[in-house]
């Protein structure tokens, strides 16, 4: 039986191999930074579902959980609280991606990568 587990590892692997083959194989910019941004949320996808413990619940502790019982059953949060983290720092990158996608369009009415030759050695 598929649960919800396999779902949400399958679905971070595949966002993850969308992304890859985004950034080796397209030559527009924009697409090149949706594939990173793919790459980047698969990730992120990942790590929730790693960190997940079946039958466990938010670690909140309060009337429904004690702070005596609450290593049995609550789930880790630091996967959660990296996760955060790191959609943040992708946020960031990405608008720094696209403001460097703007200023090469800009300057060379383009946003083919074959069409710089300042990139080439």
Same mark, same amino acid.
């Given at each position: 039986?598929?649960?919800?587990?396999?779902? $949400?590892?399958?679905?971070?692997?595949?966002?993850?191999?969308?992304?890859?083959?985004?950034?080796?194989?397209?030559?527009?910019? +924009?697409?090149?930074?949706?594939?990173?941004? @793919?790459?980047? $949320?698969?990730?992120?996808?990942?790590?929730?579902?790693?960190?997940?413990?079946?039958?466990?619940?938010?670690?909140? +502790?309060?009337?429904?959980?004690?702070?005596?019982?609450?290593?049995?059953?609550?789930?880790?949060? +630091?996967?959660?609280?990296?996760?955060?983290?790191?959609?943040?720092?992708?946020?960031? +990158? $990405?608008?720094?991606? @696209? $403001?460097?996608?703007?200023?090469?369009?800009?300057?060379?009415?383009?946003?083919?990568?074959?069409?710089?030759?300042?990139?080439?050695?």
């Amino acid at each position: 039986m598929i649960t919800l587990e396999y779902i $949400t590892l399958g679905t971070g692997i595949l966002l993850m191999l969308m992304g890859i083959w985004g950034l080796f194989t397209q030559k527009n910019l +924009i697409k090149i930074v949706i594939g990173f941004t @793919l790459v980047d $949320t698969g990730i992120h996808i990942l790590m929730v579902s790693i960190g997940h413990i079946k039958n466990r619940t938010a670690p909140i +502790i309060d009337d429904a959980v004690n702070a005596s019982e609450a290593a049995d059953k609550v789930v880790d949060p +630091i996967p959660q609280a990296m996760v955060l983290t790191a959609i943040v720092i992708g946020l960031g +990158i $990405t608008a720094l991606m @696209l $403001t460097f996608v703007v200023k090469m369009a800009k300057d060379n009415n383009s946003l083919n990568v074959s069409n710089f030759k300042s990139l080439k050695w």
